[in-house]
């Protein structure tokens, strides 16, 4: 009589129990193995997640100036308002805008002179004008789009053509020593 050097197992529980179970977990992580650098692929790569944000020194703008940068593929207007374009901004009826929108909603509390929108027209696409000295500011001094003539106002807001909504405003912040970062 031979006697079993093997423990004895619970009713029910076999050896081929185990090993199916070992070979599901094994192939389990096989297929995570192989299938994390195809899935990690997909993210961005540094390059992109560089462009994701931008950083720019505002302290040689000058007041009444403004600057064109480009952010995501996108031009990025930044202008330093004066005093008449900040009260301008802010004197215009809610009633006379087409995308009603108040100027202080549109600029960042105790920094209302700094004005930062996607220059972008939110009709088809355009560029508008008004960036640069000679340009043509459009009805209301800000930016007009002369290609299907929607006018924007100090604050960016459209007030005449056919451009539904106001310029976009991108999520920024201020930083330390005269820095904004968008993005």
């Known amino acids: 009589m031979v006697k079993s050097t093997t423990a004895p197992h619970a009713p029910g529980e076999t050896r081929r129990d185990f090993l199916v179970l070992a070979t599901a977990a094994a192939a389990a992580f096989g297929v995570g193995a192989v299938a994390w650098p195809f899935i990690d692929s997909m993210n961005p790569a540094a390059d992109v997640l560089a462009l994701g944000t931008v950083k720019i020194d505002l302290s040689k703008i000058e007041v009444g100036q403004s600057i064109t940068i480009k952010w995501r593929g996108k031009p990025v207007f930044i202008r330093r308002r004066t005093k008449a374009e900040i009260e301008q901004a802010s004197a215009v009826p809610l009633d006379d805008l087409k995308d009603p929108q108040k100027d202080s909603d549109r600029v960042k509390e105790g920094k209302a002179e700094w004005l930062v929108m996607v220059g972008v027209c939110t009709h088809l ?55 904004i970062k968008i993005g």
């Open 125 to 179: 696409g355009c560029i508008p004008k008004g960036q640069r000295t000679g340009d043509e500011k459009g009805e209301f001094g800000g930016w007009f789009c002369p290609c299907h003539g929607s006018h924007y106002d100090t604050s960016g807001r459209i007030r005449r053509g056919p451009a539904p909504t106001n310029l976009e405003v991108p999520t920024y912040e201020f930083l330390p020593k005269n820095i």
